[in-house]
């Protein structure tokens, strides 16, 4: 069974720093494109980033770009997003989601295009 865990959020100051993981299990990473998004409470959800299966292709949206990172380690099964600079605008919950990918450089901004998601980890941005 396809499982995506997340875990490394939690409440950091305006400006700090946090990298949240997610982690693969019963399937192994490599022939997947990544993607993460996030959700507020009364928004909509948004497409974050996105890694290709070969790591060379990376998306992100215009609101994080600068400040975010993604990048993968098929070696651990895991997907990594580095955030830095953090606003209180990024206070999301967090959610990673896999998509099976056609190609190397692969990468998708839609959530219905991704079939397994992540239970979520909450991230809060806050004096």
């Known amino acids: 069974q396809l499982q995506l865990v997340e875990s490394g959020g939690g409440l950091v100051q305006p400006g700090g720093s946090l990298r949240l993981s997610c982690a693969a299990s019963?399937?192994?990473?490599?022939?997947?494109?990544i993607g993460w998004f996030r959700q507020a409470p009364g928004k909509e959800r948004e497409a974050v980033s996105c890694?290709?299966?070969?790591?060379?292709?990376?998306n992100y949206a215009d609101s994080v770009k600068g400040r975010f990172t993604i990048s993968r380690d098929n070696a651990k099964n895991t997907v990594y997003l580095q955030m830095n600079s953090l606003k209180p605008e990024d206070t999301a919950g967090y959610y990673c989601?896999?998509?099976?990918?056609?190609?190397?450089?692969?990468?998708?901004?839609?959530?219905?295009?991704?079939?397994?998601w992540g239970q979520g980890t909450q991230v809060t941005v806050s004096s």
């Open positions: 989601a896999a998509v099976q990918a056609p190609t190397n450089y692969y990468c998708s901004g839609y959530a219905d295009d991704f079939g397994s």
């Open positions: 019963g399937f192994t990473l490599h022939n997947y494109a």
């Open positions: 890694v290709s299966r070969s790591g060379g292709g990376r």
